[in-house]
């Protein structure tokens, strides 16, 4: 895909050039001015951004990394444990075996990921693309039923940094803010759909769902992929 081959330092050119982040720190962006309105808020075009980078903590940036793991499972329909092998054989430099891309330690490997995470996404999408998908529409399938409740309390992540407060009023929870649907956090489609439906007069009321986890909804599907 990009040209790569055994030499680490060529490699790491190569992917540089190609958009890359390396390094061991976390790069972020932020929105610089005020906001009067959730209208000010998505006009792309005319925002201001600031850049941010700060040096891997393994402990603090540990849920970072499973939320950028989360990410690129998503797009290919692999376990998280996998997705994380795949990543560690191909960038880190543990556990040594051979055909590695780069040799990565173990804070740049957390900034490589968590940085990434939009091309390695797509990069991992393109190659499963090339892969023979087949649905074995035969399969048994036996999925548990359960009357589903909006969960009373739940664990939402949100960006401290985030000056600019404003309430979402059509959300099911209350104190659920703009704090809690900012880049990443929240997906562009995520955060505009949320904002769009907060602006409009016929939709009493939101719920988003929780990515993992007994408690949210979920709907059964079933791919199959072999090389």
Known sequence: MYGLGKDKKENKKILENSGFIIGDKI??????GRFVTFKDIIMEETADYGEISYKVNTHEH?????????I?????????????????????ASPRIKNKVLLLNKLEWYAFVINNVPKLRDD??????????????NMNINPKRAKFIIP??????????????????????EKYTTQMVVD???STSERLFELYCEDKNDIDWVYKNGDTGQQYMSVVYVQGMSA
């Open 27 to 32: 790069f972020g962006h932020f929105r610089r």
């Open 62 to 70: 540990g849920l970072d990394l499973l939320h950028s793991i989360d």
């Open 72 to 92: 690129i499972k998503k797009a290919v329909s692999m376990t998280n444990e996998n997705v994380r092998a795949v990543l560690k054989r191909l960038f880190a």
């Open 124 to 137: 991992f999408k393109e190659v499963a693309s090339m892969t023979r998908y087949q649905v074995k529409m």
């Open 152 to 173: 009373r309390e739940d664990k939402v992540r949100f960006d401290s940094t985030e000056k600019d407060i404003e309430i979402f009023l059509s959300n099911a929870y």
């Open 184 to 186: 990443g956090l929240r």
